[in-house]
């Protein structure tokens, strides 16, 4: 890339420029001895990139995430050397995980300091290799700019992912001559073969249940009117994993919502009843199929998916179309014929009929008591359809799964794979920067302990961003398995504290109000949706509020538990 | 079921690493890895050796088609390919058993490449297969040490690991 008409800069500056020349417009990141040229350089361009600064990388990091996730942009996160890396770390698995797009970048001592253990020295590379897609360790500054590209295009390409930069300090303040390029095209996607495409074709019009299951591959890729179209025309129902949760509107009457360990009753039961099950960007995850020796046994099974080791990997599948989603889904569509399927019909009807049986007997039990399904109501009813849910993990964020009114795709951002706790305040600053737009997140005490330092970044920023804080008192899920799998053993999970997360927020600078029951949670929901800025609502719940419909670890279909007296 | 990939890589820092910690992560076995770097030197070859079953052999196939150093990954067929092995041994040398062990080196047509009056030194090619007979045949005339380099393998005829 570099000739005689390069501009002479320091690898700092080339940092800069070139993050700029690949359209990144925010960075979140914390300072430290190695990036201090890197830091200098962003300081001057600070009219063309915006950096947020958060209170530790972690939260910086899940920022990242939560910005790629609701623009499906590449998050951009730096950090120092030592320390500042390994801050890094659940961040970018997390990313992963979820394959969520993003380039973490680090500075390292000087490159004639590598390897003598010098202050701050950690091999950043060594410890990513398995969490990241790619990771690259600069020794030359010519090649800075072209290994920054790179990294830009292995995260947006096929199944994204987290890459990672490490810069040496000397490598920073080097200078060659810099040319500004493009920013990077993802590379070519493998297409499926046209045969394979006709067998499917072939499957579909032997089945008489079909099911379509999407998962995060499929979520925010442009793919819900394709889907819709195709549900439509072969008579099939539609659920999702986790991570394809806001990919399909709620409203969708043949959407049945998230299936596996605690997904809704009608999609985890007609994924067991259906003949053919379509997966679309899954992975089979543990979480979502239950025990896999006795998955869908009776259907067969076809997986769409981009990456050719997903195929078979977790679920012995009948057919395997690797290669382009959309391009697959599309040339499905166009080949098959028209289908009806009144029986499969009524059985989803039957399906959706018991789910509401069993949600309004749950309902009638707790009579006026502040149920998290209350919660959620009230949310989807202030809510629009532009406002960002993030979550934290735990049953806060199941219930979340089960019971908010997802209205369009890329609007939540939880962490799936990994389940991060710690991971939402972070990635809910991130979203709201993103998008601009509201951004609840919903938590729970366990799990905003983690990373509530960033409280500090929500009020800096002024980022309107509403914290819904389930509070029981206890870590709820792990509870939650104690109660059902041990015996009441309540090891560890009873949070004897004494902290007071209104006067908290009011420390940090933020207004807080607490909701005990549902009426005082929509006076304070309101207000919060109104305020420009954040807003926390100590939300205080029974800890005996279970997630169900429960399927146990191992267990399968069969097993699942649907209330708990 | 013992398989050999040849895998087709960039000669660049740490892709060993990925390559092996590949293997380590998925929990995956292998058997005998080696790497040297090819006609061009921008580019090696690594022979990994392993025993698994067929769905074992295709993730671990298609996990390393992953990996963004990786530039080619291939499956080679015992049958329409070529194996071999180098052995260094070193085996004590008595008279009691001294005239036993030429004699096996001279049927396994291996080479005493260094020779005292307490030990010696015996260089083996060929099939993994015949590599251990040769061990097996050595082991009670008392081995000191000993090194394999793992398999390396071609394709037969025209097939290449295209570049």
Redesign the interface.
């Known amino acids: 890339m570099q000739n005689a008409q390069g501009v002479p800069m320091t690898g700092a500056q080339i940092v800069v420029e070139t993050l700029i020349e690949q359209g990144v417009t925010d960075v979140f990141g914390y300072p430290g001895g190695q990036v201090l040229n890197l830091y200098d350089e962003l300081y001057k361009a600070s009219d063309r990139i915006n950096h947020v600064l958060t209170a530790h990388e972690q939260g910086a990091a899940h920022a990242a995430d939560g910005y790629s996730r609701v623009t499906g942009k590449v998050g951009v996160v730096i950090a120092t050397s030592g320390p500042g890396a390994t801050n890094l770390v659940t961040g970018i698995a997390t990313a992963m995980l979820d394959s969520i797009p993003m380039v973490a970048i680090t500075g390292n001592v000087p490159t004639t300091l590598i390897g003598r253990d010098s202050f701050q020295e950690i091999d950043i ?2 410890i990513t ?2 969490i990241t ?2 990771n690259f ?1 600069v ?1 030359d500054v010519t090649e800075l700019a072209d290994t920054i590209r790179e990294a830009f295009r ?1 995260a947006k390409s096929g199944r994204p992912g987290p890459v990672l930069i490490d810069i040496p300090k000397d490598i920073q303040t080097a200078e060659c001559e810099f040319v500004k390029g493009e920013a990077v095209e993802p590379f070519p996607q493998e297409i499926a073969e046209d045969s394979e495409i006709d067998r499917a074709v072939e499957l579909i019009g032997q089945a008489e249940r079909p099911y379509i299951y999407i998962g995060g591959g499929a979520a925010g890729r442009g793919m819900t009117k394709l889907i819709m179209t195709l549900a439509e025309k072969i008579d099939a129902y539609i659920g999702c994993t986790f991570m394809g949760l806001s990919a399909f509107p709620n409203s969708y009457d043949r959407f049945l919502g998230m299936q596996g360990m605690h997904g809704q009753y009608a999609s985890s039961m007609a994924n067991k009843e259906a003949d053919l099950i379509i997966g679309i960007g899954v992975r089979f995850s543990d979480r979502a199929t239950g025990n896999t020796a006795k998955y869908a046994k009776h259907a067969k099974i076809i997986q769409l998916d981009t ?3 997903e ?3 977790n679920v012995k599948v009948d057919l395997g179309l690797i290669g382009s989603i959309v391009s697959s889904c599309e040339r499905i569509l166009e080949r098959c014929e028209k289908r009806e399927h009144p029986e499969w019909n009524a059985t989803i009807a039957g399906l959706k009929k018991e789910a509401k049986r069993i949600q309004d007997a749950a309902e009638q039990k707790a009579g006026g008591a502040m149920t998290p399904k209350k919660v959620f109501d009230i949310i989807n009813e202030i809510k629009d359809k532009n406002t960002v849910i993030a979550t934290d993990v735990g049953q806060h964020q199941m219930w979340a799964a089960q019971y908010v009114d997802f209205e369009r795709a890329r609007r939540f951002a939880s962490s799936g794979g990994l389940g991060t706790m710690g991971y939402g305040l972070g990635a809910a600053i991130g979203a709201q920067i993103a998008s601009g737009d509201k951004t609840v997140l919903i938590t729970g005490d366990g799990s905003f302990g983690m990373n509530l330092n960033e409280l500090a970044t929500a009020v800096t920023y002024n980022t309107p961003v509403v914290i819904v804080l389930f509070n029981n008192g206890v870590l709820g899920m792990v509870r939650q398995w104690q109660t059902l799998f041990f015996d009441k053993r309540y090891s560890n999970t009873v949070l004897e504290r004494k902290t007071d997360f209104v006067k908290l927020a009011d420390a940090f600078g933020l207004p807080a109000s607490r909701a005990a029951t549902p009426e005082e949670f929509k006076t304070a929901f309101c207000r919060a949706m109104q305020h420009d800025g954040p807003y926390l609502i100590d939300t205080l719940i029974d800890m005996d509020e279970f997630v169900l419909p429960m399927l146990p670890p191992g267990g399968s279909i069969e097993d699942m538990i649907t209330s708990v007296d | 079921m013992r398989s050999v990939i040849a895998i087709y890589v960039e000669n660049k ?2 892709v060993l ?2 390559v092996s ?1 590949l293997f380590m ?1 998925r929990g995956f076995n292998i058997d005998s890895l080696t790497v040297g770097e090819t006609d061009d030197p921008d580019f090696s070859r690594i022979t990994i050796s392993l025993n698994g079953d067929e ?1 074992t052999r ?2 671990v196939i ?2 390393l ?5 990786v530039k080619r990954v291939k499956l080679l067929k015992t049958a329409s390919s070529v194996e071999r092995e180098l052995m260094l041994l070193k085996v004590k040398n008595t008279p009691d058993n001294r005239s036993e062990i030429m004699a096996a080196a001279e049927i396994y047509r291996a080479k005493v490449i260094d020779y005292t009056t307490d030990s010696m030194c015996i260089e083996v090619t060929g099939e993994p297969t015949k590599i251990n007979a040769f061990i097996d045949v050595m082991k009670p005339l008392g081995i000191v040490e000993m090194c394999r380099t793992g398999v390396v393998a071609l394709e037969r005829g025209n097939s290449i690991l295209e570049k």
């Open positions: 590379t060594g290799l398995p897609k790619h360790f020794n292995i990456d050719l080791s195929i078979g990997k | 820092y740490g690493t990925r910690g992560r769905s295709e993730q298609n996990q088609k992953k990996l963004h150093n």
